[in-house]
């Protein structure tokens, strides 16, 4: 029995060491489970909170009146005033430029007896403008589009002033012309008509660029409608301004210098004026990169219906300047006056600009930009040879007047079609 007993104990003890044992266990594992459900509930509560957070700070922002997008758009986007001292500069120079291709076309046998020379000599200073823009054309967009606005219309505004002074310097006899039948004066005239027109590609290709660079979405079409208008206004001024200033050969050096006038003020607007681009940019757009030239220029000539507008386009404004250079020496033996072919030459310009106005609104209105276009054309035509009908009448003035200014009313609404717009504005701003 004493045998036994100790046997007994033995196993009560060891059946209690397990069944502690297995207690310990059951709290551990009591323990674990506790702890991970402490942990979920920390991390659900860090949850809400952050979601709280969020929603105070969203509900803070729209009880403040805060857009977040609103507020990137005011800080990305921005104009300047200095935007319409530019747009003043471009028009200015687009002016005298203008000025500077029709000086001697209003009064050419005055320009012939002066420099001795032929009337077709005299029409040489018209048609340099045409073949300068050829060669210079390129390199003027080139200029635009890798050394930016500044540098582009400050080179427009200095060959325009320099030509216009060495024009003048053509008139000065005692350097130049030892002699009046000498022909210097002539070929350093010519020199100075040429380098004015290395202007012209810079300053009719610049518009685009200044709205799309400097001008807010919604003025654009202002800024670039002023700048190309002023160049046609300029044409005018000099249809009605060199027949009043010479009146006789001596008259001559007084318009040359005359209009070195606006040629200076324009270089002086385009330096204390001119930058680049604003620190930041109108619009979206305004921050775009643009497609290079050469790739630009591929695309729109495998683009047939662009060819067929600007062989259409290139024609008709061909004509059209042809017409404003002999038109002087067409009337002329007529009995008409330098004054009054001046005058009537600017009546032309004027009546396009309103018949482009119109025909804007109409295809606005109407979306009809190849019928307008096709009706224009027609009535042009129609006026033309009206036109070249009566005016070989003397002493009718209004008979003659009257074809010349509807001839232009649909002729440079045709020229400035809406709808060839937007191809020159997509070339020029490459």
């Known amino acids: 029995l004493m045998e036994s007993v100790p046997l007994q104990i033995v196993k009560l003890e060891k059946a209690e060491q397990f069944n502690s044992s297995e207690e310990v266990e059951e709290e551990e594992e009591q323990g674990d489970s506790n702890s991970l459900l402490l942990l979920e509930d920390t991390e659900n509560s860090s949850d809400m909170g952050n979601q709280n957070t969020r929603r105070e700070e969203k509900h803070s922002d729209d009880k403040s009146g805060i857009n977040l997008s609103t507020r990137s758009q005011e800080v990305e986007h921005r104009v300047y005033p200095i935007r319409w ?14 000025m500077m291709w029709l000086t001697f076309a209003p009064v050419p046998s005055l320009t012939a007896e002066y420099y001795q020379v032929t009337l077709s000599d005299v029409d040489w200073f018209s048609q340099s403008y045409f073949v300068a823009s050829l060669l210079i054309g390129f390199i003027a967009i080139g200029v635009l589009d890798v050394f930016g606005l500044r540098i582009a219309v400050f080179l427009g505004a200095f060959f325009n002033l320099f030509g216009a002074v060495l024009r003048y310097i053509s008139t000065v006899h005692p350097i130049l012309c030892s002699s009046i039948y000498d022909k210097s004066g002539f070929m350093v005239a010519m020199i100075g008509q040429i380098i004015s027109s290395f202007a012209q590609p810079f ?13 807010g979405s919604k003025e654009r079409g202002l800024c670039t409608n002023l700048a190309s ?6 044409i005018a001024v000099a249809q009605l301004l060199s027949p009043h200033i010479v009146t006789e050969t001596s008259k001559l050096p007084t318009m040359l210098w005359i209009y070195i006038l606006p040629a200076g003020l324009g270089v002086i607007l385009s330096l204390f004026y001119y930058r680049d681009h604003p620190p930041v940019p109108p619009s979206a757009s305004g921050d775009i990169e643009h497609e290079p030239f050469f790739k630009g220029l591929k695309k729109t000539i495998l683009n047939w219906n662009f060819v067929i507008l600007l062989s259409f386009w290139g024609i008709a404004s061909g004509m059209l300047n042809a017409f ?7 009337l002329c033996p007529y009995g008409y006056s330098n004054q009054d072919v001046g005058l009537w030459g600017s009546l032309l310009i004027f009546c396009g600009l309103a018949g482009a106005t119109v025909a804007g609104i109409l295809i606005d209105y109407t979306k009809l930009f190849k019928e307008i276009g096709v009706v224009a054309f027609t009535f042009a035509i129609a006026c033309l040879i ?3 009908e009566v005016a070989t009448i003397e002493n009718e003035p209004v008979l003659v007047a009257f074809p010349l200014c509807l001839f232009g009313f649909f002729w440079i609404l045709i020229t400035t079609n809406k ?11 490459f």
């Open 85 to 98: 001292f530019m747009l003043a500069a471009m028009i200015v120079l687009n002016i005298s430029n203008g």
């Open 203 to 215: 300053l009719l290709y610049a518009p685009t660029k200044l709205a799309n660079t400097w001008f």
């Open 229 to 234: 208008v002023a160049n046609p206004i300029g």
């Open 324 to 330: 404003l250079i002999i038109i002087p020496q067409y």
């Open 386 to 388: 009206w036109f070249v």
């Open 419 to 429: 709808h060839g717009t937007r191809y020159r504005d997509h070339i020029s701003s």
